[in-house]
């Protein structure tokens, strides 16, 4: 029996780090593209920034965190006590290993990130939030391109 818990204590960690890794790998900087978007067709418009602002942008809700908290918190507990009392450990284990789990998944992929208004040349005024990327930095009067495609904005130099 301690075999299987170990084993899945395992499954559960290899689980909790996926999904951690999963939300480093996902940039939502201006100077990063998918791999869908490479070869594709984008609009650019021409505009001056108006206003920068720091924002948050908030991490990955994909379960998979949840899931391997409440596995871990589940078999963690379920050492505890005999029987019923094991049952029950392991029942308040879960959700309580659930909650961490989830909260972990979303704090560890939010990011940083820019609340970028523009003043586009033909009048319209747009914001773009965007992840900070360390190698370019925008400021008010300056000139930038507003590139859209397939639903996505970003503004660059």
Not at 1 to 20: E, K, Q, W
Not at 71 to 77: K, L, P
Not at 123 to 149: C, E, H, K, M, Y
Request: with cysteine; hydrophobic share 40%; net charge neutral.
């Amino acid at each position: 029996m301690v075999g299987s818990r170990g084993r899945l204590l395992a499954v559960a960690f290899i689980l909790f780090s996926a999904a951690l890794s999963a939300g480093c790998v996902s940039s939502k900087a201006g100077d990063v593209y998918s791999r869908d978007q490479a070869r594709t067709e984008q609009s650019v418009r021409m505009g001056t920034v108006e206003a920068v602002r720091e924002v948050q942008i908030e991490g990955t809700k994909s379960g998979i965190g949840a899931v391997a908290g409440g596995v871990t918190g589940g078999i963690a507990a379920s050492t505890i006590g005999h029987g019923t009392g094991s049952a029950v450990a392991a029942a308040v284990g879960a959700i309580a290993g659930g909650l961490a789990g989830a909260a972990a998944e979303e704090g560890l992929t939010g990011s940083s990130g820019l609340e970028i208004t523009v003043k586009l040349d033909s009048g319209q005024t747009i914001a773009v939030v965007q992840g900070i990327d360390t190698n370019t930095t925008f400021q008010p009067g300056d000139r930038v391109r507003v590139l859209s495609g397939q639903g996505v904005t970003r503004i660059s130099r």
